[in-house]
């Protein structure tokens, strides 16, 4: 991801699979090792996290209010009310939000200022010495859209841009200072190697912000914590967005981030049109098209070829599916495009790579 030398790119499975899948392969004759995936031998990197905290604080109490036929009604850690379909989905979706005014910020917001508290020194004392051993130091921080999304909602939040500007602006001006604060705690102590942000902040037809308002809001909020990682060792900003985030990728790579993931064809998003774009100012994860399993074994060839075959001798890619395997992909299937992948690459079918920090 550094693009400082790699013996190859990576192989990896970034989400795993979707909710009914591991019924469909387990009436299909896979194997235990094939359900959860080690039969695959992914690459991988040993990962900690750095011990520290940058986002909510002293959550609200979570309790279930309601159960239903298939859903569960909840309040969640942010004190929103949240509603879960057990059935089909693994994320909840909000029915009220904390934050609709200054007013309520305000309430809240003692939950995302700094305290000393936000370190545990303990933990940051065993990842230091866990990167002694090569393991990878993870920090998450808030997203510059997604913090605020996940208190005021998406429409709410479109509207703030124009309507309340100062509460978006106070929103990550709080964040920012709390994770610039928290950082300085590491000086001496901990290398962060990659900094975290998740924001999913477009749909398949393209992203909840424009580039004007992104460039006014997110680029300084992610400008500010980026300096102050990368002047302390950090190597690596990478952000979570699904969906057609093609009318921001120019924004985000001058915004300080260098790795972006997961990169939707669905959306349409192209890893290929990507890096020709880019060069090596972006590495990315994962891009493979997980709808193509669900074709034929010459659908997955396609889609295999064009992008592990045009990419295998780039540094800054790690290959793997776009999102988690969709419900309907054959175990076959399944087997058929690891090992197209696999061969394409080079790898054994048995061989999993340990990647250093350096490599990732």
């Known amino acids: 991801m550094t693009f400082k030398g790699a013996p190859r790119p990576m192989f990896i ?6 909710i009914g899948l591991d019924e469909e392969w387990a009436a299909q004759g896979a194997t235990d090792a094939e359900r959860d995936l080690s039969a695959f031998n992914f690459d991988w990197v040993n990962r900690v996290q750095a011990g520290i905290n940058c986002g909510l604080m002293d959550p609200y109490e979570e309790k279930v209010l309601e159960k239903g036929d298939g859903y569960v009604i909840s309040q969640d850690a942010m004190g929103r009310k949240v509603k879960l379909c057990t059935a089909t989905a693994t994320i909840p979706l909000p029915l009220s939000y904390p934050v609709t005014d200054f007013d309520s910020w305000l309430k809240i917001k003692p939950k995302f200022q700094f305290d000393e508290k936000r370190i545990d020194i303990e933990a ?6 866990a990167r002694e051993h090569d393991a990878l130091v993870h920090l998450d921080v808030p997203g510059g859209f997604d913090m605020p999304r996940e208190l005021m909602g998406e429409e709410n939040l479109c509207i703030a841009y124009y309507d309340e500007p100062e509460l978006i602006q106070d929103m990550l001006d709080t964040c920012a200072d709390t994770t610039l604060k928290v950082l300085e705690r590491l000086e001496g102590k901990l290398v962060v190697d990659n900094l975290f942000v998740h924001e999913d902040m477009a749909g398949k037809s393209g992203p909840l912000i424009g580039p004007s308002l992104f460039d006014e809001f997110v680029k300084p909020y992610y400008e500010k914590i980026w300096t102050a ?6 190597a690596i900003f990478s952000q979570d967005s699904d969906g057609n985030m093609n009318p921001l990728m120019k924004n985000i790579a001058e915004s300080g981030i260098n790795v972006f993931y997961p990169m939707e064809p669905g959306s349409g998003m192209d890893i290929v049109a990507c890096r020709k774009q880019f060069g090596n100012r972006l590495a990315f994860k994962a891009g493979i098209d997980k709808y193509a399993l669900r074709g034929t074994k010459e659908d997955i060839r396609r889609e295999v070829e064009y992008k592990v075959g045009s990419l295998k001798n780039d540094l800054g890619i790690a290959f793997g599916l776009d999102h988690r395997i969709p419900n309907g992909v054959p175990i076959e299937n399944y087997r058929y495009y690891v090992s197209l992948v696999k061969e394409i690459l080079g790898i054994p079918m048995t061989e999993a790579g340990k990647w250093t920090r350096m490599g990732f």
Do not use: D, R
């Open 124 to 129: 940051v004392n065993t990842a230091a010495k």
């Open 13 to 18: 499975e970034i989400f795993g699979k979707l």
């Open 229 to 234: 990682a990368k002047s302390m060792g950090t």
